[in-house]
């Protein structure tokens, strides 16, 4: 099963240790826009709103169906994060990648994160600048 991560679970973040053992098959973006938020702890959110946001940018890695077990219960599947399929594009010449497992946050009103600031990518400098703003 392939799996596309595009927050603690890529490389240098905190659940990453749950992927040592995939294999990592690239980088890649979303081929739809969706919006890509972060809570006030630096989290990050992924809207399940179509065309709205950026191509988020992520990684992409093959994992087991026991794997997927364990992070569907990490991330809460299906009641805080939802899992889908959706395709990707690979940075590795531009090739989609259909049936790309994700994980969506189950937020049914855009209207309320209007003024919510949206990200292309979950990295280090966008999180170091939420912590220097909430100290």
Known sequence: MKLFV???LKRGFSNHQL????????FAQTKDRYPLIKTYFGLPILLPF???GHNVRGEVYEV???LMKAIDKLEGHPNINKRELISVISDVAQKELKFVSIYFFQKTELEELK???LFREYNEINIKDIFDTAH
């Open 19 to 26: 992927l040592k053992d995939s294999q990592f098959l690239g």
């Open 6 to 8: 595009y927050g603690t």
């Open 50 to 52: 179509k065309d709205t």
């Open 64 to 66: 087991s169906s026991s």
């Open 115 to 117: 003024d919510e600031e």
